[in-house]
C-alpha cells in the first residue's frame, strides 16, 4: 500500500513539475511578449516625436521661440560685446590658420581633458574642409547645464564659409562655455556645415 501511494505521489508529483515547467515556459513567453511590445511602444513614440518635431521645424533662417528665450538665459558676463569677442577671435585665428592660438582660446578645464595635439589635428582638419569664414552673427544659447555651481552654455553663430568650402557655404559655429560666478572659460568649440549643423 506504501508502494502505491509513493507511486501515486510520485505522478501527481511530476504531473506538477510539468505544471510549473510549463507555468515557467508561459512567464518567459509573456515576459518575452511585454518586451516585445514595450520596444514597439518606443519605436512608435520615437517616430511620433521625430515626425513632430520635423513637422514644428522653423524655416533655417528664423530663430524658434526656444532659442530666442534661451538667449536670455545667458548671465550677464557673457555679454554681447563678450559674445562678438568670442566669435571676432576665433574668426581671426581660423582664417590664419593659427592652430596654437585656437588651442589658448580653451580655459584650463578644456586644456586639462583634451591634449594641444589632438585639438590642433581637429582645427586643421576644419580648416581643410571649410577654408575660411567669411562672416558670422551669434544667434543664441543654449542652457546645457550645471555642475554644482558652474553653468554650462552652448552658443551658437550662424557663418558664412568660403566659396572653397567642400561643404557649402553655410555652418554654424558651436562654442560651448563654463560660466562660474563673474568669470567663462571655454570648453569647446565646433564648426559644421549646415547640413550637419543640427
Known sequence: MEALAAIGFGRSGGAGRRRNVRDERIRRYLKMKLSQA????LLVANLIATIW??????PGG???????????????????????EIFETFFQYFNAADYDSLYNMFGPVAKAEVLKEASVKEFKRMVDYFHSIESGVYIYSELLGSR???????????VNLSEKSEFGTKGTLKVTIAVQGNEYQIYGIRLNAESAAQ
Open 53 to 58: 518635431f520635423g513637422i514644428n521645424k522653423e
Open 38 to 41: 514595450l520596444i514597439i511602444i
Open 148 to 158: 554644482g555651481n558652474t553653468n554650462i552654455y552652448t552658443m551658437y553663430y550662424s
Open 62 to 84: 528664423e530663430v524658434s521661440q526656444i532659442a530666442k528665450a534661451a538667449h536670455h538665459e545667458l548671465p550677464p558676463v557673457v555679454s554681447s560685446e563678450v559674445r562678438n
